[in-house]
T-cell receptor, first 110, second 114 residues
Framework: GQNIDQPTEMTATEGAIVQINCTYQ??????LFWYQQHAGEAPTFLSY????GLEEKGRFSSFLSRSKGYSYLLLKELQMKDSASYLC???????????FGAGTQVVVTP | DGGITQSPKYLFRKEGQNVTLSCEQN?????MYWYRQDPGQGLRLIYY???????QKGDIAEGYSVSREKKESFPLTVTSAQKNPTAFYLC?????????????FGPGTRLTVT
């Protein structure tokens, strides 16, 4: 079966760094996505990894290890607006269908 | 501006009534998806469509139906057979020509059935 695990909630202080881990066991692998979702809103795309290694985009970075079935999203210089749910999703087939984790709620405190 | 629209944002219905949620996109994407999101849970796939006049069941299709008569439109009907219809419903689309098949989401419809 498909299994994507991420922590339920993380709390960090404004200006700090937070790392959200995601482990997956899927029938196939064709890329891993991270989305940000503010309460009551649509998820928005943050990052995509298909090869092993680190992808950096401003304050956000994402890492992938396919052999370990593991990814993380790193949020640096946290801002209050980063308080949101972060969703890990795996594309397990040859086209667009995604399997989503339950999401990690990040709470940024002053 | 290209994007996905869902209407209405909030929808209230009585138990036993069917209700149709609209989803329209002007991104010229071939693939479209419907997800359901419940508190504390991730997105669960209801139905998806790779191309006009074709659609497949996702992981939780029971009690739902869809149609895909036009590329731009993918309406979802929540039938009275759906046991727990109250949820946040998200529509998405993706472009198969994009290497990533990145999904773009609409703003969602929050359905409450009493």
């Amino acid at each position: 079966g498909q299994n994507i695990d991420q922590p339920t909630e993380m709390t960090a202080t404004e200006g700090a760094i937070v790392q959200i881990n995601c482990t997956y066991q899927t029938s196939g692998f064709n890329g891993l996505f991270w989305y940000q979702q503010h309460a009551g809103e649509a998820p928005t795309f943050l990052s995509y990894n298909v090869l092993d290694g680190l992808e950096e985009k401003g304050r956000f970075s994402s890492f992938l290890s396919r052999s370990k079935g593991y990814s993380y999203l790193l949020l640096k210089e946290l801002q209050m607006k980063d308080s949101a749910s972060y969703l890990c999703a795996v594309r397990d087939g040859s086209w667009g269908k995604l399997q989503f984790g339950a999401g990690t709620q990040v709470v940024v405190t002053p | 501006d290209g994007g996905i629209t869902q209407s209405p944002k909030y929808l209230f219905r009585k138990e036993g009534q069917n209700v149709t949620l609209s989803c329209e996109q002007n991104l010229n994407h071939d693939a479209m998806y419907w997800y359901r999101q419940d508190p504390g849970q991730g997105l669960r796939l209801i139905y998806y469509s790779q191309i006009v006049n074709d659609f497949q069941k996702g992981d939780i299709a029971e009690g739902y139906s869809v149609s895909r008569e036009k590329k731009e439109s993918f309406p979802l009907t929540v039938t009275s057979a759906q046991k727990n219809p109250t949820a946040f419903y998200l529509c998405a689309s993706s472009n198969p020509d994009s290497r990533r098949y990145e999904q773009y989401f609409g703003p969602g419809t929050r359905l409450t059935v009493t």
